[in-house]
Nanobody, 124 residues
Framework: QVQLMESGGGLVQAGGSLRLSCAAS????????MGWFRQAPGKEREFVAG????????AYADSVKGRFTISRDNAKNTVYLQMNSLKPEDTAVYYC?????????????????WGQGTQVTVSI
């Protein structure tokens, strides 16, 4: 069992930055790819960014490419999402997720563990 805890969400003005963190605990000895997803009110959960266990491979949704950066510190069992140039359309609950594979994955059904989510609100 793996537990994930997100932090770092909040209210920011458009153009601002936030860094989300996701700390993993429990059975973290298994190599796992990690990802960030988000869900806005009335919309389906969508993939934002993913990273392989090694950190070598990353992937981003087109809507966040060039603005968001995913990274990880395996020694701390933590994954980060640096979000720059935030837009009002980035407003959503952001979820961290862990897969059961070390390879980069981008589909929600490939992720097995999920955090509770952290709210990000971008004001005009």
């Amino acid at each position: 069992q793996v537990q994930l805890m997100e932090s770092g969400g909040g209210l920011v003005q458009a153009g601002g930055s936030l860094r989300l963190s996701c700390a993993a605990s429990g059975r973290t000895d298994s190599a796992t790819a990690m990802g960030w997803f988000r869900q806005a009110p009335g919309k389906e959960r969508e993939f934002v960014a993913g990273i392989s266990e090694s950190g070598v491979s990353t992937a981003y949704a087109d809507s966040v490419k060039g603005r968001f950066t995913i990274s990880r510190d395996n020694a701390k069992n933590t994954v980060y999402l640096q979000m720059n140039s935030l837009k009002p359309e980035d407003t959503a609950v952001y979820y961290c997720a862990a897969a059961k594979t070390s390879l980069l994955v981008t589909y929600a059904n490939e992720y097995f563990y999920w955090g509770q989510g952290t709210q990000v609100t971008v004001s005009i």
